[in-house]
């Protein structure tokens, strides 16, 4: 058996995928991406939220990057 296998109905998409394969963790995050996926697809989101989400995530590492990055002495001079 294939690690994965894709078949396509008239009315669903069968993905099957061999246990041996994949480990509990994979599939829990694999579901969860697909369950986030399809809440985000029904809020119908218009590309303005998305440049928001970018522009807050941009804002907060800026001012938080060095909780996670240790500096240079050359970034220290700027």
Known sequence: ???LTIKSTERK???TIDKSSVDDDF???L????KIE???KKAD???DVL???DEIKRDWWKKNKHNFIEETD???SN
């Not at 579901?31 to 697909?34: G, K, N, S």
Request: no cysteine.
């Open 13 to 15: 998409v069968i993905i």
């Open 1 to 3: 058996m294939e690690a």
């Open 74 to 76: 050359d970034e220290n």
């Open 31 to 34: 579901f969860d991406r697909l």
């Open 38 to 40: 399809q809440l985000l």
């Open 27 to 29: 599939l829990a995050g």
């Open 45 to 47: 989101f218009v590309e």
């Open 51 to 53: 440049q928001l989400s």
